[in-house]
Every structure is written in structure tokens, then in C-alpha cells.
């Protein structure tokens, strides 16, 4: 892209893009001198029919100031004092330009500067004028054929049956043909239907602007697949480029600029680089993310040279097919590239799927919140800046709506979600299965097992997408199985997800994580605490790879580990190892991070049955002050109750402990796996184990039958409580 298409129009600035002053266009400071240049443009049409600066978009019409004022055929005798007057007049520097419309009118014609006298200044009186000084300097203007009429038959012509006819025979026929047909089809009826809107109405600057720039990406995109083969296998794909001509009824500024080059010579190389482009992504989309990305990093290279916009697109391709092989740090820098290549070519469309990406990457892989709730803002206003087409839209309000789940500002964030939802039912339904899955993860987030359970059997159930595609979805529904109490049914999910993820996802995703992550959780609530840790070292040999040693993927393997090899009574073991998997978490995540609370609530219940006692309340103290600023039901935040009240029983403050057992009950989600809340009532039966035996029994039987038949990670705590049961019988 050259400095041409650098040009920015704010929405506020008024006037029409043929008659602006260059400082105008590029949304500076004006003044008077600015009403001069645009007289002079009027006038200089108005005597040689045609405009000094000639451009059907903002692109073109800024290519023309680079070179002398146009002249086309005069309309009579024109004498070289007035084509002298004006060319000072349209001077592109604004300070080597006439000063006032005065000094001009004087310079062309002593009358005519008395009739300026004699009107109000301003934008206003320029046309009436115009057409004054027209009439004065020269003889009667020719007439002018309808622009209206020329204009549509000039688009029409576009995609006339012939010339669709031709297209079809070069692209070979078949769907993709029909919807390359069809589209340029639809767009030329738009086109055409906005500007007989436009035409029937006052002069709309900015409407004529962005009705330009899609006549231009119109144009150059038929002769594209005319005269390049190359383009043939992705032509489908190609006449995504076209903008909406809908949209210029009020266009946004983003949507003035052609996303083609103007200039035939620079339209070729800049089209088979996007074609090479688009070639990578159907590789990624394949599954061939190596290759695709080899092939990206070429492409990017040679984009640099070419044009701006199309160097923007090689590098958010390229960020997208990094994230894709799990390269989550590497694809965040590339994406940073994208988004600011893209602001700076005014390619508002990369900019805002740029942003919106990071978002995703600040959340999941950063765990970096606060930034990514910023990438939200930027995205926002690149979206502003193209009129918030809806699929953009939809995907923004998703990865925004996961950020602030991630905040725990789960009201916002489900708003967020349900928007995002509406919009993929009206526009891509299939998209509707990813963002019913971000609501399961959503209520996952919020406690609500049952409702997440729900989300993510829909999600399955509607998504058209290979089997590997969803596989994180099986996974995310076995947690929430698991959670809810379901834990066989939620091992048959775990194992598909493992099984359908086989072949189809990347070792190095982060979602291969969860999926295995998944597995070892599910195992662990059935009790099968060896197998689960039998799954570890693989899993987490694999999250070294793709993150490093010390990343959030390892610490929280770390973390299961450790509370495993407490389960299987190694507390020995499993204290230094999660006291290394906190450390690394405060430190990658944030010290006040959900998941820092919950590895601290895991190492102060460690430290307790260590017999620990200080540094389990001190950690067990920390999380909560993090947690409570959550206030959700949560069986990880009962849990951390229950931890914090058993110190308090054993110093022997039963009143504390009395406390923090009632919030571990009250805490304990209605949803939740039953095993939970009998948890909470055996520590409490041990508190009145002496001091009231009735209620000590009768909490007992509560968590005796909650447990049975089987009650999976707390066989321990089972055997314990008929103990105990036992012996307040005798």
C-alpha cells in the first residue's frame, strides 16, 4: 500500500472528497485556505470538465495530488491568468497556497471579486460562486451527461451476463464458481441499489468516498479472475475482499479505503501473495499447520516490500498458524506485528481480528487479564472504524466475554456471551456451538456445573465440525460431568476426547492440555489416583515442550501431581512439589489469580495433613482474601473453607472452626457432586464429635450416604467417617 492509502477521513469531517483540501482529507487543521483550494477545484471543473485531481476513492484522487492539476477539454477560451490563479490555488502545500478567496477572486477577475463582496463567506456560497465565475470567464458549458445513470451502467457492466459468463468458463464450473458468481452478483445489486439511494440526495462525501472504494475492489477483483490464473483454486475465497456496499449508506472511516490496490501494475503482485496467503490458511485449516506456516513466513518476507495491507494479512495469517502448533508466546509477538501494521495501513479489518485474537491469547495462554480487557478496547474501536460487521462483532463479544469470565466478572461476561450468541444464530449458525461452549465454560467458571454440563452437550450435539475440532469439548464436558457427580459417564467423555484428539490436534495446542489435563482430573474423583498419576509425566513432558519448564501448563500438572501423591498418603513427596507448583504460578499467573488460590488452597490442605499447622492457615488465609472477592459458589472455594476451618479445630478454636465449616456447607454449589458437601459435614461431625454427639452422628450419616455406593476420591475420608461413626455408636 502506498502513502496514498495512509489517508485518514475522520467520520466528523465535512465536504466531498473531490473538492477537499489535502489537509482535509487527512483529518488536519483547517482554515480558510482550505475553502480556496475547494473553490478552485469547483472552478477548474466547471472550465476544462474535468477535476483538477481526478479519483473515483480517496486513494485516487490522493495519487492525483501528486501530479499537476488535470485539464480536460476546455469549455471556450480560457485566459492564462485564470489557469495560472488557480494552480496556485490548488497548491498541495497549504502555505504555498493563495491566503484568502479575496485575493484569488482579485487575481482572476477584478468583477468577479466585487460579486464576492457581495456573499456570505463560507462553504455554502462556494457553488453558487462557482458557477458565477464559470459563467463570467468563459462561454456556456456543454451539457453534462447524468453521473447517476453513467455510474450504474459502469457497475452494472461489471458483472453483466457476459462478462459473468466468461468468468465462469475461466473458473470451470461447480459451487465454488456458483458462489464467486453469486457474490460478485449480490454486490453489484447492492452497489448499485445504495447509489441510487446516494444519487437521488445532496452530495455525501462520505458516501460517494466509500462507494468509490467498493466500485474499486468490485472492478479489480473480476478483472483479477479474468486475467490471473493463479487465482483460480482460491477465487471463492478471493471475493472476500469485497466490501459491502450497504454499509456506505453510512459508512464508517475504515470503509472509504479500497481493499485493492488502484494501481493495475501494484494490483498483481499484491493478488497472488494473497493468494499464496489464502492457499496457507486451507492448509492450516487442514491440519497442515507446519507447512502452512513455513509457507506463511516466506510470504510475509516478500509482503513487506509490496504493500502495507497485504503485509498486515501475511502476519496475522502467520499468528494464527503459531497459535495453531501451540507456539502461544511466539504467535502473541506476531499478532502485536499484525495489529500494528495493520493501524498503520488502515487495514481496519486485520486490525480488529488482530486484536480480537489477542484477546484470546492474553486470556488463555498469558493469563493476562488486565491486558487482554485493553486488546478489547482497541478491537472495539477498529470494529467502530468498519462499521461492526456482525461476524467480527460476534467473535469480539466472545473473546471478550471469556476475558471477563476470566476476571470473574461473570455477569458482564455472560452478557457478553448471550450477545455473541444472537448474533452467530442470525449470521453463522455455525459458529453457535463454539459460543454455547464458551457459556459452558462460563458457568464452569461460575460453579454452575449443571448448566455447563448442558452447554457443552449442545455444543456437541449441533457442531458440523471433524471430530478432532470438538475434542476439547468432550473434555470441558467431563470436568463438568466429573464435577457434577457424573463420574463414569464423565470418564467415557474424557477417554473420547483423548481418542478424537489422537490424530487431529496438536501436541503443542493448548488445548491438547485440557484434554489430557481432563482425563487425570476424571480419574482422580473416581478415585483412581495411581492411573491418574500415571498420566502425568507424558502430559507434562509435553506442556515442557510447547511452554517451557517453568509455565502455568507444567505448575499446573505439578499441582495435580502433588495432590495425587497426597491421596495415595506420600505427603512427603507431594509438599516440596506444590509448594514449586505455587511459586511458579504466582509468578506466571499473578499472585491474585483464581488458579494461584486454588494451588494455595491445595498446598495448605498438603501442609494440614503434614501437621503443618501455621503455614496451612497462612496459606490457607491468603487464598481465601483472593477468593472472597469472588463471592461464587464454588466446591474448590468450600473446599478452602473446610481446609482453613480444620486448623482452626485442631489449635482447638472451635468457634472459628464452627464458622468456617457453616461457609464450607453454604458454599458447596446445589450442583456440585454430592461428595463435596459430605466432605464439609464429616469435618464438621469431627468438630462435635465431643462436645454434641448427636449432631456429630447425624452429620456423619449425612456424609456416609452422600459417599456410598462409591465414593471415589474420598474413599479415605469414607473410612474415616464410619470410624467414627462406629465408635459414637458404642
Not at 120 to 145: D, E, F, N, Q, Y
Not at 227 to 238: E, G, I, K, Q
Not at 388 to 405: C, I, K, N, S, V
Amino acid at each position: 500500500q502506498d502513502a496514498v492509502d495512509g489517508l485518514t477521513v475522520p467520520g466528523a469531517t465535512a465536504g466531498t472528497p473531490a473538492y477537499m483540501a489535502p489537509e482535509q482529507i487527512e483529518g488536519r487543521a483547517v482554515d480558510q485556505r482550505a475553502d480556496v483550494f475547494a473553490f478552485a477545484a469547483s472552478l477548474w471543473e466547471a472550465l476544462w470538465a474535468s477535476r483538477p485531481y481526478p479519483g473515483r476513492t480517496l486513494s485516487e484522487i490522493a495519487a492525483a495530488m501528486g501530479r499537476p492539476p488535470q485539464q480536460g477539454a476546455p469549455r471556450g477560451r480560457i485566459p492564462r491568468r485564470v489557469t495560472q490563479a488557480l494552480v496556485q490555488a490548488l497548491t498541495i502545500d497549504v502555505n504555498e497556497r493563495t491566503a484568502t478567496l479575496e485575493a484569488l477572486l482579485s487575481e482572476l477577475d477584478p468583477a468577479i471579486a466585487r460579486k464576492r463582496k457581495l456573499m456570505v463567506l463560507g462553504a455554502a456560497a462556494a457553488a453558487l460562486v462557482t458557477s458565477s465565475a464559470a459563467a463570467a470567464l468563459v462561454l456556456p458549458a456543454r451539457p453534462v451527461a447524468d453521473p447517476c445513470a453513467q455510474d450504474l451502467q459502469e457497475v452494472a457492466s461489471l458483472t453483466s451476463a457476459a462478462k459473468m459468463a466468461e468468468l465462469r468458463r475461466a473458473l470451470g464450473s461447480g459451487p465454488k464458481t456458483d458462489v464467486v458468481v453469486k457474490t460478485l452478483e449480490d454486490m453489484s445489486a447492492r452497489w448499485q441499489a445504495t447509489h441510487r439511494r446516494a444519487c437521488q440526495l445532496p452530495a455525501e462525501n462520505l458516501t460517494a468516498a466509500c462507494l468509490g472504494a467498493r466500485r474499486t475492489e468490485l472492478a479489480g477483483i473480476v478483472e483479477d479472475l479474468l486475467t490471473d490464473s493463479s487465482l483460480h483454486p482460491v477465487a471463492h475465497h478471493y471475493v472476500d475482499y469485497l466490501g459491502d456496499p450497504e454499509t456506505c449508506q453510512k459508512p464508517a472511516s475504515g470503509m472509504l479505503l479500497s481493499r485493492i490496490p488502484t494501481d493495475g501494475a501494484q494490483r498483481q503482485p499484491v493478488r497472488r501473495l494473497r493468494a499464496r496467503i489464502i492457499a496457507a490458511e486451507l492448509l492450516r485449516m487442514e491440519g497442515k499447520s507446519e507447512e502452512a506456516l513455513t509457507k506463511l513466513r516466506d510470504i510475509r518476507v516478500a509482503a513487506e516490500a509490496r504493500w502495507p495491507a497485504v503485509y498486515a494479512e501475511a502476519l496475522y495469517a502467520e499468528g494464527g498458524a503459531e497459535g495453531k502448533i501451540g507456539d502461544s508466546s511466539r504467535a502473541s509477538e506476531t499478532l502485536k506485528l499484525a495489529a500494528a501494521a495493520a493501524e498503520k495501513a488502515h487495514h481496519d479489518r486485520v486490525a480488529a481480528g488482530a486484536w480480537t485474537q489477542l484477546i484470546s491469547s492474553a486470556t488463555f495462554a498469558d493469563n493476562d487479564v488486565e491486558r487482554a480487557l485493553e486488546y478489547a478496547t482497541y478491537a472495539d474501536a477498529a470494529l467502530d472504524r468498519i462499521g461492526r460487521p456482525p461476524l467480527d462483532e460476534m467473535l469480539l463479544l466472545y473473546y471478550h466475554g471469556a476475558a471477563l469470565a476470566q476476571a470473574e466478572r461473570t455477569d458482564d461476561a455472560e452478557a457478553k456471551m448471550r450477545a455473541a450468541l444472537r448474533l452467530a444464530e442470525q449470521h453463522d449458525p455455525s459458529k453457535v456451538p463454539l459460543i454455547v461452549q464458551g457459556l459452558g465454560f462460563l458457568y464452569d467458571a461460575k460453579g454452575e456445573y449443571k448448566k455447563a454440563v448442558d452447554m457443552y452437550r449442545e455444543a456437541i450435539a449441533t457442531s458440523k465440525e471433524p471430530r478432532s475440532s470438538i475434542a476439547v469439548f468432550h473434555a470441558q464436558l467431563a470436568m463438568n460431568l466429573a464435577m457434577h457427580g457424573e463420574r463414569e459417564l464423565a470418564l467415557v467423555h474424557a477417554n473420547t476426547a483423548v481418542t478424537d484428539a489422537t490424530d487431529g490436534v496438536d501436541p503443542r495446542n493448548d488445548e491438547w492440555q485440557t484434554i489430557k489435563g481432563a482425563r487425570i482430573l476424571v480419574l482422580r474423583h473416581l478415585g483412581r489416583f495411581e492411573e491418574a498419576l500415571a498420566d502425568i509425566p507424558a502430559a507434562q513432558a509435553r506442556a515442557s515442550a510447547a511452554r517451557g519448564r517453568r509455565s502455568d501448563d507444567v505448575a499446573l500438572y505439578e499441582q495435580l501431581e502433588a495432590v495425587l501423591l497426597a491421596d495415595v498418603g506420600k505427603i512427603s513427596e507431594a509438599e516440596p512439589l506444590i509448594r514449586r507448583a505455587c511459586e511458579t504460578l504466582a509468578i506466571a499467573m499473578g499472585e491474585g489469580s483464581i488458579d494461584h488460590a486454588g494451588c494455595l488452597a491445595d498446598q495448605a490442605a498438603i501442609e494440614l495433613r503434614a501437621g503443618h499447622l501455621a503455614p496451612a492457615h497462612a496459606h490457607a488465609e491468603h487464598a481465601i482474601q483472593i477468593v472472597e472477592q469472588v463471592q461464587n459458589f464454588h466446591a474448590d472455594v468450600a473446599v478452602l473453607y473446610q481446609v482453613r476451618g480444620e486448623v482452626a479445630r485442631r489449635r482447638g478454636d472451635r468457634a472459628k472452626a464452627a464458622a468456617d465449616f457453616d461457609r464450607a456447607i453454604a458454599m458447596c454449589p446445589p450442583y456440585a457432586d454430592p461428595g463435596y458437601l459430605a466432605s464439609a459435614h464429616f469435618a464438621k461431625a469431627r468438630l462435635f464429635a465431643d462436645s454434641d454427639p448427636t449432631a456429630a452422628k447425624d452429620l456423619l450419616q449425612r456424609a456416609i450416604t452422600a459417599w456410598q455406593p462409591d465414593a471415589g476420591m474420598w474413599k479415605r475420608e469414607l473410612g474415616e467417617a464410619q470410624a467414627l461413626l462406629a465408635k459414637l455408636s458404642r
